[in-house]
């Protein structure tokens, strides 16, 4: 099972930029799929991005071209870059974990999750 823990989360204006964190278990990387959610409030969760074991990445129609993740395997760490952030950005981010890429990149469904970290776009 992969333990996740996120931070970076925060209150930023629209246009602003933002950066989320997810440091994993030592196991993940090389094995996992790792992804970023969101949740805002009164909605379903919603998929933004991931990075497949072999390290490509992709991410959501909504956030393509703002969003970037990236990943620091000597920190066992992986970003979300979040750049010219809108009001609805704003939710819980949790990343999650899942041996399954294709699970994960196209089902956009995970076994491991983080805590979550609140991010607010609001002016």
């Known amino acids: 099972q992969a333990q996740l823990v996120e931070s970076g989360g925060g209150l930023v204006q629209p246009g602003g930029s933002l950066r989320v964190s997810c440091v994993a278990s030592?196991?993940?990387?090389?094995?996992?799929?790792i992804g970023w959610f969101r949740q805002a409030s009164g909605k379903e969760r919603e998929w933004v991005s991931c990075?497949?074991?072999?390290?490509?990445?992709e991410v959501a129609n909504s956030v393509r071209g703002r969003f970037v993740m990236s990943s620091d395997h000597a920190k066992r760490t992986v970003h979300l870059q979040m750049n010219s952030l809108k009001s609805e950005d704003t939710g819980i981010y949790y990343c999650?974990?899942?041996?399954?890429?294709?699970?994960?990149?196209?089902?956009?469904?995970?076994?491991?999750w983080g805590q979550g970290t609140q991010v607010t776009v609001s002016s």
């Open positions: 990075m497949r074991n072999d390290g490509t990445t």
């Open positions: 030592p196991w993940v990387f090389g094995s996992y799929a």
């Open positions: 999650a974990a899942d041996l399954n890429s294709w699970r994960l990149c196209t089902l956009n469904e995970a076994d491991d």
